[in-house]
Nanobody, 117 residues
């Protein structure tokens, strides 16, 4: 199971850190990712760690978002800086399976991020 938290309302230019605490699955032994879905749009992958510490980012968030994981806490994070109104969406964490194909073993419940202009 994955428990996501950290969403909220922030002004443009601000920062948020999302957390995804895992149980029954080891984040350090699996690919991990963060997706988002804005109203009326398809879910998109914004950040992933597929193997080791190699990271992948959507072009729209490169240089602003950072994905990381803490083995001791079995938690995945998404640090989001310089947020823009277009980052407004529900954010989902995912662990294991095929992250790049949007077929993970497990999905988090989603956390709302709203960026005001």
């Amino acid at each position: 199971q994955l428990q996501a938290s950290g969403g909220g309302l922030v002004q443009a230019g601000g920062s948020l850190r999302l957390s995804c605490a895992a149980s029954k699955i080891i984040v350090s032994a699996n690919a991990v990712g963060w997706y988002r879905q804005a109203p009326g749009k398809q879910r998109e992958l914004v950040a992933a760690m597929i193997s080791g510490d190699r990271t992948n980012y959507a072009d729209s968030v490169k240089g602003r978002f950072t994905i990381s994981r803490d083995s001791a806490k079995n938690t995945v994070y998404l640090q989001m800086d310089n947020l823009k109104p277009e980052d407004t969406a529900v954010y989902y964490c995912a662990v294991g399976g095929s992250i790049l194909a949007s077929r993970p073993y497990s999905w988090g419940q989603g956390t709302q991020v709203t960026v005001s202009s």
